[in-house]
């Protein structure tokens, strides 16, 4: 395990506490202002013993740009979610069960294994796909409706809106 400079614990640590405190936020759904110094507060004594297990951001994460990145990849994920689950849904209703499930592989692009493991999660979290496994830069999708054996096929249809957001950001 590499060793990272003070800057870099320091970003880590100020990353794992605002989104603890962003959760906080979300799960007490005020802004009092003993709710929001409670949380600061909890969150600074989670984030101390947690930060370095909980991410491996960085400084460059911070910048304008890879934020608007992430925010973009925020927007691709939620679209590709709600036509996920309303062709899911489709499928569930129609007195067919038009689906052709398959396992599939493909290589990916991304070298970080962050990077790796948000494309991944983005894949499982999308109905019709699951995750099976990922070895070094080849992933194995379940797919509820295989539409072609070529790998970069399957690559582009599962991954390749998130995958080209995702090597903006790592």
Same mark, same amino acid.
């Given at each position: 395990m590499e060793k990272s400079s003070s800057g870099g614990k320091v970003t880590r640590f100020l990353?794992?506490?605002f989104l603890l405190f962003v959760v906080w936020l979300m799960f007490t759904s005020t802004f009092a202002t003993q709710e929001v110094i409670t949380g600061a507060a909890v969150s600074w004594l989670i @984030?101390?013993?947690?930060n370095?297990?909980?991410t491996n951001v960085r400084l460059h994460h911070f910048s304008p740009l890879t934020l608007f990145y992430?925010?973009?990849y925020l927007f691709i994920f939620l679209w590709a979610l709600l036509v996920a689950n309303l062709d899911v849904a489709r499928r569930v209703i129609s007195p067919t069960l038009p689906i052709n499930p398959?396992?599939?592989k493909f290589k990916t692009s991304l070298t970080s294994d962050f990077a790796k493991?948000?494309? @991944?999660n983005s894949i499982t979290l999308t109905p019709g796909t699951l995750s099976v496994d990922i070895i070094d830069d080849t992933f194995y999708?379940?797919?509820i409706d295989v539409k072609s054996l070529e790998p970069e096929?399957?690559?582009q249809e599962i991954a390749g809106k998130f995958e080209k957001v995702l090597l903006k950001i790592f």
């Amino acid at each position: 395990m590499e060793k990272s400079s003070s800057g870099g614990k320091v970003t880590r640590f100020l990353f794992t506490w605002f989104l603890l405190f962003v959760v906080w936020l979300m799960f007490t759904s005020t802004f009092a202002t003993q709710e929001v110094i409670t949380g600061a507060a909890v969150s600074w004594l989670i @984030a101390i013993p947690t930060n370095r297990f909980f991410t491996n951001v960085r400084l460059h994460h911070f910048s304008p740009l890879t934020l608007f990145y992430i925010v973009e990849y925020l927007f691709i994920f939620l679209w590709a979610l709600l036509v996920a689950n309303l062709d899911v849904a489709r499928r569930v209703i129609s007195p067919t069960l038009p689906i052709n499930p398959g396992i599939v592989k493909f290589k990916t692009s991304l070298t970080s294994d962050f990077a790796k493991m948000i494309l @991944a999660n983005s894949i499982t979290l999308t109905p019709g796909t699951l995750s099976v496994d990922i070895i070094d830069d080849t992933f194995y999708i379940h797919w509820i409706d295989v539409k072609s054996l070529e790998p970069e096929e399957c690559r582009q249809e599962i991954a390749g809106k998130f995958e080209k957001v995702l090597l903006k950001i790592f």
